[in-house]
């Protein structure tokens, strides 16, 4: 069975950047999509991106053109590049194998 474990979360000041990774143990990660959500309390999950098994991505509306997907099928790893951050990005950051298959999160605080 797949499993999922972000990293790379912290804080950071508005304007600055992050690189949250993603690893995906159980088997390759060349046979999955992956998305990424994100998640402040009281509110339902966000969809940021989704990195499909070609390489091609896709954005939510609110992180496009400031987020960025990538991934190394050799390391088993997809990234999530965060940059223009804004307390507004402030979340618990999730990868998820559809349908139900998530990681326990990595926290992202954006504040001065």
């Known amino acids: 069975q797949v499993q999922l474990v972000e990293s790379g979360g912290g804080l950071v000041q508005p304007g600055g950047s992050l690189t949250l990774s993603c690893v995906v143990s159980g088997d390759m990660l060349s046979r999955y999509v992956v998305r990424w959500y994100r998640q402040t309390p009281g509110n339902e999950r966000e969809l940021v991106g989704v990195s499909f098994r070609d390489g091609s991505t896709l954005y939510g509306q609110a992180v496009e053109g400031r987020f960025t997907l990538s991934r190394d099928n050799a390391k088993n790893t997809v990234y999530l590049q965060l940059k223009g951050l804004s307390p507004a990005d402030t979340a618990v950051y999730y990868c998820?194998?559809?349908?139900?298959?998530w990681g326990p999160g990595t926290e992202v605080t954006v504040s001065a």
């Open positions: 998820n194998e559809p349908p139900n298959t």
